[in-house]
C-alpha cells in the first residue's frame, strides 16, 4: 500500500472508515476491518458520535492484537466541546477503543456557541497527558482552520473534510494551502 509520511507518521492513501449504520452483522463488521488491515489500510477513522459510541467500540474490538499496527484517529462530537466535556469524551473513547492513546483525536464539526480556545485548551491538556497524539480538525473551512491553527500556535495536523465527485469545493482554496503549509487533508 502506498504511504504517505507526515512527521512521524506513514499514512496510506486509503484508509478505513467505522461509521454509522450497516446491513452488516458485528462481527462481519469487525472481519472486514480486520482484513483491511491486512491489506495495508491501517489508518481507521472513526467518531464518538457514530452508533452512539458502537462504532468505537467495534474498532476497539478489530484491533485488539495489533494496536501497534493501526493508525486510529476518532472525533469528538460538537456537542461534547466544553473543556470538561472534551476530557470526559477522551476517556470514553479511550475506553470503547481499548486503547491507552489515540493517534489522531479531531473536533468533528465547528460549534459555534462553544469558544475554540476552550475546546483546544482541552486537547492540549490530553496531548500532553499522552492520551492522544496528533490534534485534528474535521469539516472546517479553510477560514476556520487558519483561525484554529492560529488560537493554537500553528499545531493543529490535520482537517478532514468531504470531497467527492460532486463537492470538490476544498480544490480551490483548502488543497493548495495545505500543499504549502504541508499538513494532511483526509477526505
Not at 9 to 35: A, C, L, M, T, W
Not at 155 to 167: H, L, P
Amino acid at each position: 500500500m502506498k504511504t504517505l509520511k507526515f512527521d512521524d507518521f506513514h499514512i496510506p492513501v486509503i484508509s478505513q472508515g467505522v461509521g454509522g449504520g450497516s446491513n452488516y452483522s458485528d462481527s462481519e463488521r469487525i472481519k472486514s476491518i480486520e482484513y483491511g488491515i491486512d491489506l495495508g489500510m491501517n489508518f481507521i477513522d472513526t467518531a464518538e458520535a457514530y452508533e452512539n459510541g458502537h462504532s468505537e467500540k467495534l474498532l476497539g474490538k478489530a484491533i485488539q492484537g495489533k494496536r501497534e499496527a493501526v493508525y486510529v484517529a476518532t472525533k469528538v462530537s460538537p456537542e461534547n466541546m466544553r473543556y470538561t466535556q472534551v476530557l470526559k469524551a477522551i476517556d470514553q473513547s479511550l475506553r470503547r477503543l481499548k486503547t491507552d492513546y489515540i493517534d489522531l483525536y479531531q473536533i468533528h464539526w465547528p460549534n459555534p456557541a462553544i469558544p475554540l480556545d476552550e475546546t483546544l485548551k482541552a486537547f492540549e491538556e490530553i496531548k500532553n497527558s499522552g492520551k492522544i497524539k496528533k490534534i485534528g480538525l474535521s469539516n472546517f473551512s479553510l477560514v476556520d482552520f487558519i483561525k484554529a491553527q492560529e488560537i493554537f500556535g500553528g499545531k493543529i495536523f490535520s482537517n478532514q473534510v468531504e470531497y467527492n465527485i460532486s463537492d470538490r469545493s476544498i480544490e480551490v482554496d483548502l488543497i493548495p494551502y495545505s500543499k504549502n503549509n504541508h499538513f494532511p487533508i483526509f477526505a
